[in-house]
T-cell receptor, first 116, second 114 residues
Framework: GAVVSQHPSRVICKSGTSVKIECRSLDFQATTMFWYRQFPKKSLMLMAT?????????EQGVEKDKFLINHASLTLSTLTVTSAHPEDSSFYIC????????????FGPGTRLTVL | AQSVTQPDIHITVSEGASLELRCNYS??????LFWYVQSPGQGLQLLLKYFSGDTLVQGIKGFEAEFKRSQSSFNLRKPSVHWSDAAEYFC????????????FGTGTRLQVFP
């Protein structure tokens, strides 16, 4: 149980275009979803926390207009990287939790974004 | 503020040897503690977790960890490492409040030699 999927697993786009990444909880209702960014050989950097039906809470230093997060349902959250540039190339990972999970987060497999 | 320290950036062990990965945390109350493992290009998989009760917790793949409040530690152990255990290991502590945030350590890369 508690499976989280991400789509796509890899995406290559041209500079200036927008890219949408989907995160789905497949067998549970995710009241909270998290988006992380991971640089090579580095730890996870939390970008934002989103609750279903509410605006996302962004971490300090994360541009909310660049990284648009929507959590429209209890099973789906999306991250849109707008006007992507090469420096946005990274590994993006989502995770999800529910109220009785005691902070445990269930992670998706990640999305490798490459901006040319 | 909560924080997690993993002092060892990189550890190399021989297959069959025992393993201990260190994790120290800073938190004012009883923490929720986690160990996750990440294979290259993959998401994170939960190895084990501590919420309360028995301070020695068993996880998947033969891993265990011991919560020591006096030392603010939650070290991960395995008696005999397999080549497939080579990966990145992250310790995390549950943050206070209702955000369900996790604070991650910087990770320890485990390399296993045959």
């Amino acid at each position: 149980g508690a499976v989280v999927s991400q789509h796509p697993s890899r995406v290559i786009c041209k500079s200036g275009t927008s890219v949408k990444i989907e995160c789905r909880s497949l067998d549970f209702q995710a009241t909270t979803m998290f988006w992380y960014r991971q640089f090579p050989k580095k730890s996870l950097m939390l970008m934002a926390t989103s609750n279903e039906g509410s605006k996302a809470t962004y971490e300090q230093g994360v541009e909310k207009d660049k990284f648009l997060i929507n959590h429209a349902s209890l099973t789906l959250s999306t991250l849109t990287v707008t006007s992507a540039h090469p420096e946005d190339s990274s590994f993006y990972i989502c995770s999800a939790s529910f109220p009785s999970s005691y902070n445990e987060q269930f992670f998706g497999p990640g999305t490798r974004l490459t901006v040319l | 503020a909560q924080s997690v320290t993993q002092p060892d950036i990189h550890i190399t062990v021989s297959e069959g040897a025992s393993l201990e990965l260190r994790c120290n945390y800073s938190y004012g109350a009883t923490p929720y503690l986690f160990w996750y493992v990440q294979s290259p290009g993959q998401g994170l998989q939960l190895l084990l977790k501590y919420f309360s009760g028995d301070t020695l917790v068993q996880g998947i793949k033969g891993f265990e960890a011991e919560f020591k409040r006096s030392q603010s530690s939650f070290n991960l152990r395995k008696p005999s490492v397999h080549w497939s255990d080579a990966a990145e290991y992250f310790c995390a502590v549950g943050a206070s409040g209702n955000t369900d945030k996790l604070i991650f350590g910087t990770g320890t890369r485990l390399q296993v030699f045959p």
